[in-house]
C-alpha cells in the first residue's frame, strides 16, 4: 500500500499495463511530450516511446475512431480525450462504431478500447468545460462505463477496464486528481459491477459515484450529528450498474438520495431512481430524491457555479424533507 | 466529365495481365452484378427489406481495387458494401442471407444490407453513417504499422463523404504518420440526389490529396484495368511505409442511391451514356477483341455466376431466423 494521489494511481495503472501488454498503447492530445493535460500520462513517453505514446492533432472524431479501428486489428488502444467535452466530437465514433460493432456484426468483431476523458465543474472553466456527460454514455447499449471515485478504484478499475473485450467509457473527475488514499502496490483489479458501499448506516440509502461521493460522505458525517444513521454507496460503474447492492440496503433504509453532478434531468441518478421504483418501491417510506446539478449550462461566476452545484448542504436538505 | 488518364497504360495493362487474372476479375464483377440484380428483385418482392444500397454499374472499381490487394489486407467499407463484400471474398450465401435477415448471414441477421462484415477474409464493415468508415480505416493502417506488417487497409466511401471532417480528418493523420493505408473514392457524382458541384467547393475530387501530401489520382471507374493499376501502385507505396494514397474513381450507380429512390434528379440521357460504358460490357469486348477470349467462355462464367447466385437466394430464403431468445445476445462480449 502506498498513499498516492489520484493521478498517479492513474500512471501507475498506465505504466503496469504499458509493461504487461505490448498491444497496449496510448494516444490522445498532449499525451506524450506535454504529459497529458492533467499529467496523468507524465514520464511516459521517455519510458514507452512515441510508438506507445502518441500525441495526436486536435481530431477527436478521426483518432477516437482510429482507435477503434486499431482495436479491430487486434491492438489495445488506451485513447484520452483531453476532456469529455471535446468528446462530443467523438460521439459518431463512440455511440455509432463502437458501441455497435459487436452486435451489428452478429458478434463477429471486438472492440477492445478503453477511452478516458476527465470531466466535471468546479474550477469555474464556463459552460462548454464543465460537463459530467456519463448519463450520455450510460443511456447507450454497448458501452461500460466506469467512474471511480478513489485512487485505488481509479487503478483497479483502469486495470481492469484494460482486460476487458468490451469498448469502455472511463470518466475521470478533475477535481480528484490531487485526492490522495491507500492504493495497493501492483497488481490491483477491481471488478466492474460492484458497488461499494463505503459507510453502513440504517436509516437512509446514499447512492453516488464520481466527486460526489466525497460531498456525500461529508453530508453523512453530518446527518449522524443530526441523529440520522446514512449508508453511503459509491456505485464505481454505471455499465454494468450494481443494483443489487443498492436495493439490498434500500430494504434496509425504506428510503434513497441518489447524488450526481450531471445534469439532473435525464441523468445517471434519474435512471437509478426509475428502477428503484420499479424493482424497490414496496420497500420505499418516501420518493427517491435526486441531488444533482441545476438544469443551466454552467455559468462562470463563483457563486453562481457553486450554486448550480450538488453540495453536502443540499444533500442534507433532501434527507430533511425524507427522513 | 473529362477523365484524366492515361488509356495508354491501360490497355497495356490488358496485356501484361494473365487470361486467368482477367476472367477472374469478370467472373467477379459478373457475380456482383448478378447479385445485385437479385437483390432488387428480392426487394420488390419483399424478402429484403429495410435500405438496400446498390452497386450495379460501380463493379470495376471494387474488384479492380481489391484484385490489386493480397488476401490479409482489410478492407474497410460504406452502406453500399455488397460489391466490395463480394470482390473480397466473401460467400454470396452468406451476403444474401444477410439481407434476408436470416441467422445463416454473413452479420446473423444483425446487420443487413449496410453492415456486412467478415474477419476471415479481412473485410472489416460497412459502415452506414458517412464517412465513419474512413477513421476506422486509418487505426487498422496504425495497427498494421505498429505491429510492423506488410499489409494496407483499403477504405472505399463516396462522393458525398468528402465534405465530412471525417474525410479531412483522417487523410490528415494517415499522412501525418504514413500510415498504410488506401483511401478511394468512389465518385458517382451524386450524394443521394445533391450533385457533387453542388456539395464541394472543389470537383476535381482526387486534388482533395494535395493539401494532405500523399499522391492523388483520377481513374476510370468504369475500367477495371484502370482501377487495378493505380490500386497496385498505391498499395505497393503503402507496403514500402511510404504512406497513402487518394485514388478518385469516376463511376456511376445504374440504379437509385436505395432501393426507394425513383431516381428524378437525373436525365434518362445521362444514364444512356453512362450504361455504355457499362464496366462489365466494356471488359468482356476487349477480352473478346485483344485476349481472343471466346464468346462461349464468357457466357458461360456468366451462366455460373447465375447459378450462384440463384443458389444464394434458395439458401437465404430457405434458412431460419435469428432466434428471438438471442435479440439481446452479443451487446456485449460473452
Known amino acids: 500500500m502506498s498513499q498516492i494521489t489520484y493521478r498517479e494511481a492513474l500512471n501507475q495503472a498506465l505504466r503496469e499495463e504499458l509493461d504487461r501488454d505490448e ?8 499525451v506524450g ?3 497529458g493535460a492533467f499529467k496523468v500520462t507524465d514520464g511516459l513517453l521517455a519510458i514507452y516511446g512515441e ?7 486536435i481530431s477527436e472524431l478521426t483518432f477516437v475512431g482510429a482507435g477503434i479501428g486499431a482495436a479491430m486489428g487486434g491492438l489495445r488502444p488506451i485513447v484520452e480525450l483531453m476532456t469529455v467535452n471535446f468528446g462530443l466530437l467523438a460521439l459518431d465514433q463512440i455511440v455509432n462504431n463502437a458501441a455497435k460493432i459487436h452486435y451489428m456484426f452478429g458478434g463477429k468483431a471486438k472492440v477492445p478500447i478503453v477511452i478516458r476523458a476527465p470531466q466535471g465543474a468546479g474550477h469555474q472553466l464556463g ?4 460537463q459530467n456527460l456519463e448519463a450520455y454514455f450510460m443511456h447507450c447499449p454497448g458501452l461500460r462505463v466506469v467512474i471511480p471515485a478513489t485512487p485505488a478504484d481509479a487503478k483497479g478499475l483502469l486495470k481492469t477496464a484494460l482486460r476487458q473485450e468490451d469498448p469502455v467509457i472511463f470518466l475521470e473527475h478533475e477535481s480528484l486528481y490531487h485526492v490522495k488514499g491507500e492504493v495497493p502496490d501492483g497488481e490491483h483489479l477491481v471488478p466492474f459491477g460492484k458497488a461499494n458501499v463505503l459507510r453502513e448506516g440504517k436509516d437512509l440509502t446514499l447512492v453516488s459515484y464520481s466527486k460526489c461521493v466525497y460531498d456525500t460522505l461529508a453530508a453523512a458525517q453530518e446527518l449522524e450529528n443530526m441523529g440520522t444513521d446514512a449508508e453511503v454507496i459509491d456505485l464505481r460503474t454505471l455499465n454494468p450498474l450494481d443494483l443489487d447492492t443498492v436495493l439490498e440496503s434500500v430494504k434496509k433504509t425504506g428510503k434513497a438520495i441518489v447524488v450526481y453532478e450531471g445534469w ?10 426509475a428502477q428503484l421504483y420499479e424493482k424497490a418501491f414496496d420497500h420505499l417510506d418516501a420518493p427517491v430524491e435526486r441531488v444533482a446539478t441545476m438544469d443551466t449550462p454552467m455559468p462562470y461566476n463563483a457563486r453562481l457555479e457553486k450554486a448550480a452545484l450538488p453540495s453536502p448542504a443540499d444533500i442534507i436538505s433532501a434527507a430533511e424533507r425524507i427522513v | 466529365m473529362a477523365l484524366e488518364r492515361d488509356k495508354h497504360v491501360a490497355q497495356h495493362a490488358l496485356l501484361t495481365l494473365d487470361e486467368a487474372q482477367l476472367l477472374a476479375m469478370y467472373r467477379k464483377m459478373s457475380l456482383i452484378r448478378r447479385f445485385e440484380e437479385k437483390s432488387a428483385e428480392m426487394y420488390t418482392r419483399g424478402k429484403i427489406t429495410g435500405f438496400c444500397h446498390l452497386y450495379a454499374g460501380e463493379e470495376a472499381v471494387a474488384v479492380g481495387a481489391i484484385e490489386a490487394l493480397y488476401d490479409k489486407d482489410y478492407v474497410v467499407s460504406t452502406y453500399r458494401e455488397h460489391g466490395h463484400c463480394l470482390a473480397k471474398g466473401a460467400d454470396p450465401r452468406a451476403v444474401m442471407a444477410e439481407l434476408f435477415g436470416k441467422a445463416t448471414g454473413i452479420s446473423h441477421g444483425r446487420g443487413g444490407s449496410m453492415h456486412l462484415f467478415d474477419p476471415d477474409i479481412r473485410f472489416m464493415g460497412g459502415y452506414a453513417i458517412v464517412g465513419g468508415g474512413l477513421p476506422l480505416a486509418v487505426g487498422l493502417g496504425l495497427s498494421i504499422a505498429y505491429k510492423e506488417e506488410p499489409e494496407v487497409a483499403c477504405c472505399f466511401f463516396g462522393d458525398g463523404a468528402l465534405p465530412q471532417g471525417a474525410f479531412h480528418e483522417s487523410l490528415n493523420l494517415a499522412s501525418l504518420w504514413k500510415l498504410p493505408v488506401i483511401f478511394i473514392c468512389e465518385n458517382n457524382f451524386y450524394g443521394m440526389g445533391t450533385l457533387v458541384q453542388n456539395a464541394i467547393c472543389q470537383e476535381e475530387l482526387y486534388r482533395f490529396a494535395e493539401p494532405y501530401k500523399m499522391p492523388g489520382v483520377r481513374v476510370d471507374g468504369m475500367d477495371v484495368l484502370d482501377v487495378y493499376r493505380a490500386v497496385t501502385e498505391a498499395a505497393a507505396r503503402a507496403r514500402e511505409g511510404d504512406g497513402p494514397s487518394l485514388i478518385e474513381a469516376v463511376t456511376y450507380r445504374f440504379r437509385g442511391h436505395s432501393m426507394s429512390d425513383p431516381v428524378e434528379y437525373r436525365s434518362k440521357r445521362e444514364e444512356r451514356i453512362w450504361q455504355e460504358r457499362d464496366p462489365i460490357k466494356n471488359l468482356r469486348r476487349r477480352l473478346l477483341a485483344e485476349k481472343r ?5 464468357l457466357d458461360q462464367i456468366d451462366a455460373e455466376v447465375g447459378a450462384v447466385i440463384d443458389d444464394a437466394v434458395k439458401f437465404a430464403d430457405e434458412s431460419p431466423e435469428p432466434p428471438l431468445e438471442e435479440l439481446a445476445k452479443n451487446v456485449y462480449v460473452e
Open chain 1, 33 to 35: 511530450y506535454f504529459g
Open chain 1, 51 to 57: 510508438k506507445r505514446v502518441r500525441d495526436t492533432p
Open chain 1, 23 to 30: 498491444r497496449i498503447f496510448i494516444m490522445g492530445e498532449e
Open chain 1, 264 to 273: 439532473r434531468t435525464g441523468g445517471a441518478g434519474a435512471e437509478i431512481a
Open chain 1, 127 to 130: 459552460a462548454q468545460h464543465s
Open chain 2, 293 to 297: 477470349v471466346s464468346e462461349a467462355r
